[in-house]
């Protein structure tokens, strides 16, 4: 029996509620889904760690168009960033975030505190062997290990039927789709398009460390790929000769500190020796302080090369 220091959770909601829940414990998001689930509704989840942006909103939407009712999370795992990383300084905008989630009548956010996911003695991590320590997982260890714990906490607590990434952590997605299958969950997750600004810069809560110079400069990523696509377009096939095209384009800008650019398979995460299976060119590089990262993906029809998902 769980126990609630609440009101009993109202028994229908609509899309037309005027006020979203929002659920602060894990006892209580338990039992939002396990309402949800015997009424036979489709339960959906947008993990998110806040400083909403038009892509988390865009996965929300879409979120809304296959599911109902529709749990957006917001928490900033501590577990995904570094002894040097931005964890203290990472974007927090909490009543900013509410009200553009309320405005899109969003049922409920989860959002619960540090202690609530992680209590004391705490002890067990989650890791997906062979796609988590390269690329961002060799820049940045452990990191993966803390985003597959926490989603896999998420995914057990909110029990959703489809969970929603954006396509900009290519990764991520890729490592979460693995975890989900070798664990035989039953969420379905789903990756939805990289959403970018006018100029191309794919949107990111890291883009609010830019300087308005840093802004401008950051542009050459999208550029970069834009190159390579004209690359691959062209008819061009040896990752190597795409690749040279891309850093062209990095190496013309003295403000950006190239971390890797790679094109590999977008199962295995491998290097590509050729372009016949779908592959990404991923990069990663720094502008000032702020680390970003960017990708497109390649599928192998013709080479299509695709910078918008």
């Known amino acids: 029996m769980l126990s609630h220091s609440r009101a009993p959770f109202p028994r229908e909601r609509s899309r037309d509620a005027i006020r979203m829940e929002i659920v602060r414990t894990i006892d209580w998001m338990k039992q939002v889904g396990h309402d949800a689930r015997v009424k036979e509704r489709v339960l959906g989840l947008v993990p998110t760690m806040g400083a909403l942006h038009e892509g988390h909103l865009s996965l ?15 928490f900033v795992n501590p577990k995904q960033f570094g002894p040097s990383e931005d964890f203290q300084k990472y974007p927090r905008t909490f009543e900013s975030d509410c009200a553009a989630l309320e405005k899109l009548r969003v049922d409920y956010l989860f959002a619960p505190s540090p202690s609530e996911i992680y209590p004391p003695n705490f002890r067990t991590a989650v890791s997906v062997e062979g796609l988590s320590d390269r690329l961002e997982g060799r820049s940045r260890p452990g990191h993966f290990r803390g985003v597959t714990t926490v989603v896999l906490k998420l995914f057990e607590i909110v029990r959703p039927r489809f969970a929603f990434f954006g396509r900009k952590d290519a990764q991520q997605a890729r490592i979460i789709h693995q975890m989900a299958t070798d664990l035989n969950l039953d969420t379905n997750v789903v990756v939805c398009p990289i959403v970018r600004d006018v100029d191309g810069l794919a949107l990111s809560s890291r883009n609010a460390y830019l300087k308005k110079d840093e802004r401008q400069v950051a542009v ?51 290097p590509s020796m050729n372009l016949n299976r779908p592959s990404y060119a991923l990069i990663a590089a720094r502008v000032g302080a702020t680390r970003l990262i960017d990708n497109a993906l390649i599928e192998p029809e013709g080479a299509r090369f695709n910078v918008t998902i």
């Open 60 to 74: 929300i939407r879409e979120a809304q168009m296959q599911c109902s009712p529709v749990v957006v999370s917001i």
């Open 220 to 270: 050459a990523l999208y550029r970069s790929l834009e190159a390579a696509r004209r690359e691959v377009e062209s008819g061009e096939r040896d990752p190597a000769r795409i690749l040279a095209a891309l850093r062209r384009v990095i190496d013309a800008e003295p403000h950006i500190a190239l971390e890797y650019a790679q094109i590999v398979d977008a199962e295995t995460l491998e």
